[in-house]
Nanobody, 115 residues
């Protein structure tokens, strides 16, 4: 059974930082591209960042330079370090694993940035 369990969300003031974690089980972590997506109220889910098994990362323009995605293949965990948070970063953040057409999602963690 595949499980992606996010943690680290919460309430933070604008300009603050949070670190999200996503622990994976039931998959061969090192073969999966791992991603973080977010969905704000009333909006579609969007890609925030993703990282390939080899460590190549891509970011949506709105977070580039502020967020950093990383992975620890020994711990089957992917991280999202979020700095200089803005109110518009408020959303539910979801972890995603992708490999060979198979997609898996976590349950999401709420990030709220107060102005």
């Amino acid at each position: 059974q595949v499980q992606l369990v996010e943690s680290g969300g919460g309430l933070v003031q604008a300009g603050g930082s949070l670190r999200l974690s996503c622990a994976a089980s039931g998959i061969i972590f090192g073969l999966n591209t791992m991603g973080w997506y977010r969905q704000a109220a009333g909006k579609q889910r969007e890609l925030v960042a993703r990282i390939t098994p080899g460590g190549k990362a891509v970011y949506v323009d709105s977070v580039r330079g502020r967020f950093t995605i990383s992975r620890d293949n020994a711990k089957d965990t992917v991280y999202l370090q979020m700095n200089s948070l803005k109110p518009e970063d408020t959303a539910v953040y979801y972890c995603n694993a992708a490999n060979n057409g198979f997609l898996y999602w976590g349950q999401g963690t709420q990030v709220t940035v107060a102005s």
